[in-house]
């Protein structure tokens, strides 16, 4: 048995979205829609070119990213030292620390803090966190109203969708389908609205002034906290991040424990990685600090909900754990020739991607066909690895992780009988040839581009996943004896 | 409600284990090869050119034509500003036009703010608030839709490194390059969302 199998998992949720097949099947209905695979080639290769010459002007990316990957180590291998600084000083500057082991308790907690201000509205910046816990469907559930205020999440809230890429969770939309839903969902929009970046953004300011100078309550996320200040730091593009941030009256910032920082000087290498790596920029516009509360300038009331969910599974596996060091810059999706064409609704998570292949599973445990194909989500080219700001060598941890796959998770039907009979056959030059006659003969079933989408049988586990090359009409040993080596 | 707590501190706990090298012991180790800037020399014009470079406007004037500067750029009505702003600022502005700190239903009927910085980073074309004397509460900067910085030389850092070093974490602070801006559409930066979609600097230079 596993190590991973027999450590004590503490308890982790995060939605596997409904109905959700396992990724081969999704990115196989993906791949086939032209229309998704235009915006996700012009998107990500749009950021692909600008993230290069972004970096490219920092000659010392390299040290930069050596220091992050550093930064990171020491503080993972450290956690409870730094939680319990981060929270003895947020404490002290009057913000409130809470502590969730599981989606469902960090739900609970940020509800019960919603119902005691007596709103049932909630302003939100984009947060991963809270997308991985469900947060917005768990409000609802308590008839609190969460409205998202990032261009993009309002893109895919109104569109009744799903979030497909970290950043940009409307990537999969392209500027007429933006028009399309905003003209039909958003009630305010004007009726003669364009496709111009410009007027849809101004129609998304219009839309969501008049909430935020009313909005009582705001939820955020958090990129980085720093430890030995208890000050959090959020950055974004948009300025709906500061509206949240500063005029409610109650805020509540719901945090991975893997995102704390040991000092203020450390967010010099961070705020140097993040928008270079991200959006490609030498700064974001907008990035917001606060250290608990101040008097007479913006919320009265905070709370800080330090969330686990499976991270400290993540710590235990002394491979999968660099997971933990990734800021969320979503670069490695960028690069992915995987995601390019998949997308990421494939991934049937929150995190898609290839950091989504290595922390899905880890933070869900592989128990699901989805969390199993997950490792398998990656032709291990090593794009991403070489992209990452933090240095996470992802397929390293995505190899490892489909060892675990192959040991505890749902057993493949057919591929360890495949291999079985494979060895069986290869290790008698009798039964080899019978077999090389038998595939010269599977001809047949070869499709156009000389690619066997479907074995028939038993075969049909080893092309579920992937096409098999067409045998040759003779194969090489067949060749060798009917001419005599090629002598005759 | 402790238990949550104590079951997650318990649980990092016994996974990296006992005798680890104290904290603060190991943070030193940690090595630090990156640069502290990038640029040595021209920092001021670095300054203006990669603030310039996401659509601020960027003037640079000698301290003594900074009113004039002032003036000339508040081209609207009514203008929000700060208690604490130097009041030489703004000696050439009529004072019916300024409302003193508004409250923020006051705020989004302005057709802007004038405010000071504590700190510029040149290298990244960022200005760094932190909501002291002349500079405002953090709605003041956020609800407008024009905002007017006074940068003045002294406060240009060349890089990230020392700029952070002269800030003091404990204020709320607001890191600003360029007015509000998005990627989110088809992941090319269109300006202008919810903050100030214009943003004006002014840089006093004391000419030699």
Request: aromatic share 4%; with cysteine; net charge negative.
């Amino acid at each position: 048995m596993s190590e991973h199998a027999t450590r004590d998992r503490g308890r982790a949720s995060m939605p596997t979205y409904l109905g959700m097949p396992p990724f081969p099947e999704a990115a196989g209905k993906a791949v086939a829609d032209t229309r998704l695979r235009g915006n996700l080639a012009h998107a990500t290769g749009t950021i692909r070119d600008r993230r290069l010459s972004a970096v490219a002007e920092l000659d010392d990316w390299d040290a930069l990213r050596e220091a992050g990957k550093q930064i990171k180590d020491h503080t993972l291998e450290h956690l409870d030292h730094y939680l319990l600084l981060l929270e003895e000083k947020i404490t002290a500057a009057g913000g409130t620390v809470h502590w969730a082991r599981d989606a469902a308790e960090a739900n609970r907690i940020v509800a019960d803090l919603v119902r005691a201000t007596g709103h049932t509205e909630v302003v939100k910046v984009k947060s991963m966190a809270t997308q991985e816990i469900g947060l917005n469907e768990a409000l609802a559930e308590e008839g609190i109203t969460a409205y998202e205020t990032d261009l993009a999440e309002l893109i895919v809230q109104l569109g009744d969708d799903r979030p497909s890429h970290i950043l940009v969770p409307a990537i999969h939309r392209n500027r007429a389908e933006i028009r399309d839903i905003f003209r039909s969902r958003m009630p305010d929009a004007p009726a003669d609205l364009s496709d111009s970046p410009a007027e849809l953004a101004e129609a998304a300011r219009r839309h969501l002034r008049a909430k935020f100078l009313s909005a009582k309550v705001a939820v955020s996320g958090v990129n980085f906290a720093v430890a030995e200040t208890g000050t959090l730091v959020v950055l974004e593009s948009e300025g709906n991040g500061r509206m949240c941030l500063t005029l409610p009256e109650t805020l509540i910032s719901v945090m991975g424990i893997e995102k704390v920082l040991p000092t203020w000087q450390d967010l010099e290498v961070f705020l140097q990685l993040l928008p270079r790596s991200s959006t490609a920029e030498r700064m974001n516009p907008y990035t917001s600090t606060w250290t608990g509360v101040t008097p007479g300038d913006g919320p009265r009331d905070f709370h800080l909900v330090l969330l686990d969910n499976g991270r400290t599974d993540t710590l235990a596996d002394q491979v999968g754990r660099q997971a933990l060091r990734c800021i969320r810059c979503s670069a490695c999706l960028n690069v992915c020739p995987v995601y390019a064409r998949a997308g990421g609704h494939a991934y049937g998570s929150p995190y898609p991607g290839p950091i989504g292949a290595i922390l899905s599973p880890q933070i869900r445990g592989i128990g699901s066909p989805v969390d199993a194909s997950l490792p398998y989500a990656s032709s291990l080219c090593g794009a991403c690895f070489e992209a990452c700001p933090v240095a996470i060598d992802i397929p390293e941890v995505l190899v490892h992780l489909r060892a675990e796959a192959v040991e505890e998770g749902p057993k493949h039907p057919l591929v360890g009988t495949a291999m079985a009979a494979a060895g069986w056959t290869l290790r008698s030059p009798r039964r080899l040839a019978l077999a090389q006659r038998l595939a010269s003969a599977s001809r047949r079933l070869v499709g156009r581009r000389g690619q066997i989408r479907r074995l028939p049988g038993p075969l049909r586990a080893w092309t579920d996943s992937r096409d098999a090359p067409a045998p040759p009409p003779e194969s090489f040993r067949a060749w060798w004896k009917r001419t005599n080596g090629g002598r005759s | 409600m402790s238990s949550a707590r104590e079951e997650i501190l318990g649980r990092v706990g016994r996974i990296l284990g006992p005798g680890r090298t104290p904290a603060a012991t190991a943070y030193t180790a940690i090595e630090r090869p990156y640069l502290r800037r990038h640029h040595e020399d021209g920092v001021l014009d670095l300054f203006a050119e990669r603030t310039a470079d996401y659509r601020a406007t960027v003037h640079r004037v000698d301290p003594a034509d900074l009113p004039g500067a002032v003036a000339r750029a508040l081209t609207g009505s009514r203008y929000a500003v700060p208690g604490g702003l130097p009041a030489e600022w703004l000696a050439e502005v009529d004072p019916a036009r300024l409302a003193h700190d508004p409250g923020i239903g006051e705020l989004d009927g302005l057709d802007g703010v004038v405010t000071g910085c504590a700190v510029a980073i040149a290298e990244t074309g960022t200005i760094v608030l932190d909501h002291g004397p002349g500079q405002g509460r953090r709605a003041l900067t956020l609800v407008p839709d024009y905002h007017l910085i006074v940068v003045t030389a002294d406060q240009v850092a060349p890089d990230v490194p020392e700029a952070l070093e002269r800030l003091d974490p404990a204020r709320p602070l607001t890191f600003i390059s360029g007015p509000s801006a998005t990627s989110d559409i088809e992941l090319n930066r269109v300006e202008g969302v919810h903050g100030p979609r214009t943003l004006e600097v002014i840089l006093t230079v004391r000419s030699p």
